[in-house]
């Protein structure tokens, strides 16, 4: 994958408002090219505007109301359109009286998540694309209440001010490759797309499967943006300490430092990025995706608990081990969870999981307030009708109510232990009753 050159864009129809903090965002960083290829005329824009908004089981009018809060791209998109008919929903869409709309659209967020899985299948973006959703979540400081002032997950990092962020470095073409699938489905925010992204690309990869809720808000201009230094640093003089400052400053522990960091079993390290890593490796010379970069396993496209046994070992000098990865084997706390994962992957996947949902949510104001789940629970196969399973079972009686049932047993000559006997006389008598009575009836 290249790295692409910002190249500042110049939309020729009049800007909205926002334009000055829009103009600052990635979209209009990368929006031009992608804006000119995809919607090169108004009747164009407009029929993407309204297929996407037919995809939403909203009507198209909220749609667009909702599409206008969530996406400075789209917003910039619509307004960019001369038909009058367009400004005129624009000037009611910015009336004060606004429809209740979750952040995200459910339908829109699935079928951004099926584009993700086309993408990840041609590009092998994994790795960048859960790296694109820590690095937005990764920015949260619990000690300030304010949103979006505590950071975390909320879009901030498409504006071009925090990609510029050294430790951001290449996430701009995370971007690049995600803004087509924000463009196709508007109704999903960024901060969402962010995080769907990387829960996508872990599944895809064969790890667990993360229970995300999404409705993330978007923030909607770049002084908004947390200021630089809040993600970790690979090489600081005391990496157990840097680790706990860093993350428990989001609120984060010690089993989740170690579960997170296990997110390196996917992905290479370029020195021309981050500064770590060789440039190439006999695993990362030829892909898949662009070539280079020093992996921290083998395979750096499989999600499993490699990471953690590689580390521990440390037998192979083309696999990368950052001073932040060397201490979850040496501090003692941290050892106990890195041990663990090493052995049991089952545990690590199950830590992960869990671990990786609350990284998700950090710092997020979600709307509504409870998110939004788009995978309901999964659906049990109907359970087959075993009538064991609903009878009390075999129970072992009493011993008075083992005597109460012999004694009628005995009432009528028969015991327990035996079968009753058949009394032929009595059934003789039975006989020539029903004969009697047959043959009195058919006389009458
Ligand atoms: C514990 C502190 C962490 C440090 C110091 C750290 C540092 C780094 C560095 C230096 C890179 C190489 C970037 C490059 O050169 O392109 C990297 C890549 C990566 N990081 Fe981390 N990271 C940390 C935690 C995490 C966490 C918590 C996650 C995810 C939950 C994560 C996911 C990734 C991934 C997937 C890559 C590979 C990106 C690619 O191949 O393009 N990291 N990290």
Redesign the pocket.
Known sequence: MQLLPLQPQSFSSSPPPSASTATASMASLTGAATASRLLPSASRARLSLSSSAGRSPASPLSSLRCLRGSSPLASRLFLSQRRPSMHLLAAQYSGAASPKCAASDPEQLKGAREEIKELLKTKF????L??L??HDA?TYNKNIEEWPKRGGANGSLRFEIELKHAAN??LVNALKLIEPIKEKYPSVTYADLFQLA?TTAIEEAGGPKIPMKYGRVDISKPEECPEEGR????GPPSPADH?RE??YRMGLNDKE?VA??G??T??????E?????KPETKYTKDGPGAPG?QSWTVQ?LKFDNSYFKDIKERKDEDLLV?P?DGVLFEDPSFKVYSEKYAEDQEAFFKDYAEA?AK?SNLGAKFDPPEGIVIDGPAKAAPEKFVAATYSSGKRELSDTMKQKIRAEYEGFGGSPDKPLQSNYFLNIIIVIAALALLSSLVVN
């Open positions: 973006c994994h790795p960048l859960v790296r959703g820590w990764g470095a290449g990387s993600l970790p640093d690979a680790l860093v993350f430092i997170l960091s997110a390196h996917l992905g290479r390290s370029r020195p990025r981050s500064g770590w890593g970069g750096w950052l932040t990786h990284l």
